[in-house]
């Protein structure tokens, strides 16, 4: 945890780095002084002082779009903060996922991105809705399509037929759909992932 033994600039300031706490992306970047590096950590939501309206400022207070603090680190010159968060909707007040060029997200954002794509589309009532449907049907109907495009995906690979990304892609999203069905998601297979790479 951070303390405030902090070097802030002429101004009182220190910049704030926000990052994805799942997607290790990087949301923003803000300006925050003592008052609200202090409610931030009293509150669990980052707050800002904002320097063109001179005062402090909870992000998303207005949009709803709040990011939850879920640690705090300081970097070697006591004069940057780091804070990871999960971000409740879009960061930008552009609708966009980070207040950088969305063109250039992760790999790992975007699954995450799909991951809240499908938990919408498994409570959505729309006609149509295949997410609905896989859902509707049980979990044995979604292992059964996961089992199914494993199959397609390794057929593909043995006959050279030219389909193994899209194959690949639909083994993807329904693994994804059945993580989510089970309350898991991408990162806890990652994480998993790690930790057997340590031994390997």
Known sequence: ???????????????????????LEVLMLGYMNKESIDITKETGFVTFYSRSQNKIWVKGETSGNKLKVKDFYIDCDKDTILIKADPVGPTCHAGTTTCFNDENLSNLTFLSIL????????????????VAHLYKKGVKEIAKKVSEEAGETSISAVTKDGRIIDESADLIFHLLVLLRNQNLS???VLDELKKR???R
């Open 115 to 130: 991951e809240s794509i499908i938990d919408k589309k498994a409570l959505s009532k729309e006609d149509g809705s295949y």
């Open 1 to 23: 945890m951070i303390t405030n033994n902090f070097k802030y600039n002429s101004d009182g300031l220190i910049p704030g780095i926000i990052q994805d706490s799942k997607t």
């Open 197 to 199: 790479s340590v031994n």
């Open 186 to 188: 991408i990162v806890n």
